[in-house]
């Protein structure tokens, strides 16, 4: 499947059981901190951070997307819930038939005009969904 936006596939996170949203964490010590720890447990959610403290509200840090072997499924298309060795024969197999990595262009192409242009490292920003 492919996912018009990432608030799209962030719903699809969600609707598998993976996606855990914490409110008024502190950017400075603990976004880093719980994306740490929850890295290093075995079942890892997907973290979006929602209501940073210092920031405007509607500013929203995502970490640990691709972290699961569900989610990575779900960003390329896959069935769920096959071993880890599965995605990777069948990733093997879509690259060599396709040429190409087609997806994942069309994929950045979309975050492409997210990125805000002198934010540091070229963070990309998830701000408040337009009315329009």
């Not at 447990?41 to 997907?46: A, D, E, L, R, S």
């Not at 691709?66 to 960003?75: G, H, K, Q, Y």
Request: hydrophobic share 40%; charged share 20%; proline share 6%.
């Amino acid at each position: 499947m492919s996912y018009a936006s990432l608030r799209e596939f962030l719903g699809a996170v969600e609707g598998i059981g993976e996606l855990k949203t914490i409110r008024n964490a502190d950017w400075n010590l603990e976004i880093g901190a719980l994306t740490e720890w929850y890295a290093a447990q075995q079942k890892n959610p997907c973290l979006l951070f929602d209501r940073i403290v210092g920031y405007p509200e509607g500013y929203r840090v995502c970490t640990l997307y691709l972290a699961s072997p569900n989610r990575t499924a779900l960003a390329l298309g896959m069935p769920l819930n096959e071993h880890p060795v599965r995605y990777v024969d069948r990733w093997r197999r879509r690259v060599r038939v396709s040429g190409s990595l087609p997806a994942l262009r069309r994929l950045w192409r979309r975050l492409q005009p997210s990125l805000q242009s002198g934010s540091p490292a070229g963070c990309l920003v998830l701000s408040k969904r337009s009315s329009t």
